[in-house]
């Protein structure tokens, strides 16, 4: 079993960037695809962008194309998510997901972190 930790949210202005990175423990995060998903209040949580260890293969959501990107970093068992030009309707709290295959829906998803709040002010 694995556990998920995110770090790197906070406050940012419209425009601003933020690193997310989620550090695995218990077991080797290339055991498994991963994905960000992010949940705004009231909403559904909803798929961000998610990568395939094995081929480094990536997926981006709509909103996350071309502002958005996902890494994975094998020495630090980490996944990061590097956002660029963010907007006020990225506010949201960002969950990292592990599943046997890269998770694109919630219920896809085995192991999820506790979350970190990105705010993006105007």
């Known amino acids: 079993q694995v556990q998920l930790v995110e770090s790197g949210g906070g406050l940012v202005p419209t425009g601003g960037s933020l690193r997310l990175s989620c550090a695995g423990s218990g077991r080797t995060l290339s055991n498994y695809g991963m994905a960000w998903f992010r949940q705004a209040p009231e909403r559904e949580r909803q798929f961000v962008a998610g990568i395939d260890w094995s081929d480094d293969g990536k997926l981006y959501s709509d909103s996350a194309k071309g502002r958005f990107t996902i890494s994975r970093d094998s020495a630090k068992n980490t996944v990061n998510l590097q956002m660029n030009n963010l907007k006020r309707e990225d506010t949201a709290v960002y969950y990292c997901?592990?599943?046997?295959?890269?998770?694109?829906?919630?219920?896809?998803?085995?192991?999820w972190g506790q979350g970190t709040q990105v705010t993006v002010s105007s």
């Open positions: 997901a592990a599943g046997d295959s890269v998770p694109v829906s919630p219920d896809t998803a085995d192991y």
